[in-house]
């Protein structure tokens, strides 16, 4: 099996036994344990998996050395941290011994907090050898899309590279935070934009230029106008990330075949997502049909294609596809926790 099948076989595994555990040791060996065999980590070899680790520079505390539940080495070197908690507390830390560990080990840029579910990973972006407060990448062993399993094979054995993580977390921190900004202002366009908005729009044809001073009564006049044209591109972006796609099938129906290696790579991945339906068990909600359907809707009233849309479920989101699976251009997240939507623009 493949790493993505791992981890959804995993998934299971830990879906039927959560009620069952039942304090720390056993959220480590029923949860935890297998996780980091599934990372490609020899969970039979204490000198790669070790348990209860003790540093040279630890200290003591009510008469025991300070200790990490697991450090995780390659090759000797000690490359992840983990802290177990159990099952049903929040993947936090409490005491910081984890962070003391962590900045006293130079060598060591990953660290782990994790209930058995949630997998928190920390690293130094903000100072060097020294654990940020906030995790860089946050993983869910019952609830995850395609992007999580990517991220997560950074930390297999096979792949990990301290550099390409370092690298790859910053990226990751700062397009979360530029995707909030830029949704908060989609949604909500503040002052500055719509501002900023009318001071462009002059450089796009002199009929556009806004006469006058920009003030205050200028600006609530033209916040209706910048959320419907802020829609109206959006809605510009789908439409044309369709016409994309329809061009490129009807391009590709007007030859004899696809070659043996799509179709072998496409029969590979309708199977494997099949295999993810039937394993996940997932179920389809009533929101989430009535967005597919809403979505079916708009997408009739186009006058030049004529499309059929279809849905697969997964664990994470409701992924809305073009007849393949690999042909998907819309993906909705419709969670408790989480609203939202990923469109491909190609």
């Known amino acids: 099996m493949g790493f993505s099948e791992d981890i959804a076989k995993l998934s299971e595994q830990v879906r039927k036994r959560f009620e069952q555990v039942v304090g720390e040791e056993a959220t480590k060996m029923a949860l935890i344990i297998p996780f980091l065999n599934a990372l490609g980590y020899d969970i039979y070899d204490p000198t790669e998996v070790i348990p209860e680790y003790v540093a040279d520079f630890a200290i003591k505390k009510a008469g025991q050395f300070e200790k990490v539940d697991y450090a995780i080495a390659i090759n000797?070197?000690?490359?992840?941290?983990?802290?177990?908690?159990?099952?049903?507390?929040?993947?936090?830390?409490?005491?910081?011994?984890?962070?003391?560990y962590f900045n006293g080990l130079l060598k060591t840029k990953v660290a782990i907090i994790t209930n058995g579910v949630e997998y928190r990973f920390f690293t130094d972006l903000r100072d060097k050898n020294v654990m940020d407060k906030e995790p860089f990448f946050s993983f869910n062993i019952l609830e995850y899309d395609l992007k999580d399993i990517d991220n997560?094979?950074?930390?297999?054995?096979?792949?990990?590279?301290?550099?390409?993580?370092?690298?790859?977390a910053e990226e990751m921190v700062y397009v979360k935070g530029m995707t909030q900004l830029v949704?908060?202002?989609?949604r909500s366009p503040s002052e500055d934009l719509i501002r900023f908005l009318l001071g462009e729009l002059g450089k796009l044809a002199p009929s556009y230029k806004i006469e006058g001073r920009i003030n205050s009564k200028v600006i609530d006049k033209f916040e209706p106008i910048v959320k419907k044209a802020i829609q109206s591109s959006l809605?510009?972006?789908?439409?044309?990330?369709l016409?994309?796609?329809?061009?490129?099938?009807?391009?590709?129906?007007?030859?004899?075949?696809?070659?043996?290696t799509e179709d072998e790579l496409e029969e590979a991945t309708d199977e494997v997502v099949?295999?993810?339906?039937e394993v996940t068990k997932i179920v389809t909600t009533e929101e989430e049909i009535e967005a597919f359907d809403k979505i079916k809707a708009i997408i009739a009233t186009s006058k030049n294609y004529h499309l059929e849309l279809k849905y697969r479920d997964t664990?994470?989101?409701?992924?809305?596809?073009?007849?393949?699976?690999?042909w998907w251009f819309l993906r909705l997240y419709l969670t408790p926790k989480k609203k939202a939507l990923l469109l491909v623009y190609l």
Not at 82 to 99: N, T
Not at 315 to 326: E, F
């Open 76 to 100: 000797g070197n000690i490359v992840m941290l983990v802290e177990a908690k159990a099952r049903g507390q929040k993947a936090e830390a409490h005491d910081g011994q984890l962070s003391r």
């Open 152 to 168: 997560l094979k950074l930390f297999h054995r096979d792949n990990f590279d301290t550099i390409a993580i370092s690298k790859h």
């Open 183 to 186: 949704g908060n202002l989609l």
């Open 235 to 241: 809605l510009e972006l789908m439409t044309r990330s």
């Open 243 to 260: 016409s994309q796609e329809m061009a490129f099938f009807v391009e590709g129906s007007n030859t004899t075949s696809l070659s043996e």
């Open 274 to 277: 099949e295999q993810e339906a």
């Open 315 to 326: 664990v994470a989101y409701l992924g809305i596809h073009l007849g393949k699976t690999t």
